[in-house]
């Protein structure tokens, strides 16, 4: 597998990557990332086209994904880890 370009985004690294004639794009923020692997399409075969791809709507329904991957995340520690309630305030007697 090969890089054959970035997508530049403020917020997100975003590469393209091609193996054996087939194309895929990977979406990754310091903690997660999203891969989509688009085949060996034809209109996907190069950085240009994946671009016309990854869109504003596209963009925004995988931050969207990371959003649900971070709350899934945390929802699990807490269940594997929970944490013992601790009081506030001292009993007063």
Do not use: C, W
């Not at 190069?46 to 329904?61: A, C, R, S």
């Amino acid at each position: 597998m090969r890089i054959i370009g970035y997508i530049e985004h403020p917020s997100l690294k975003i590469s393209v990557f091609k193996n054996d004639g087939r194309t895929s794009v990977k979406f990754e923020t310091s903690r997660y990332e999203q891969t989509f692997k688009l085949g060996e399409d034809e209109r996907f075969a190069t950085v240009e086209g994946v671009q016309k791809l990854v869109d504003g709507p596209m963009i925004e329904k995988v931050l969207e994904g990371f959003r649900q991957m971070h709350s899934t995340s945390l929802e699990a520690i807490v269940r594997a880890f929970p944490t013992p309630e601790v009081a506030l305030f001292e009993d007063i007697i």
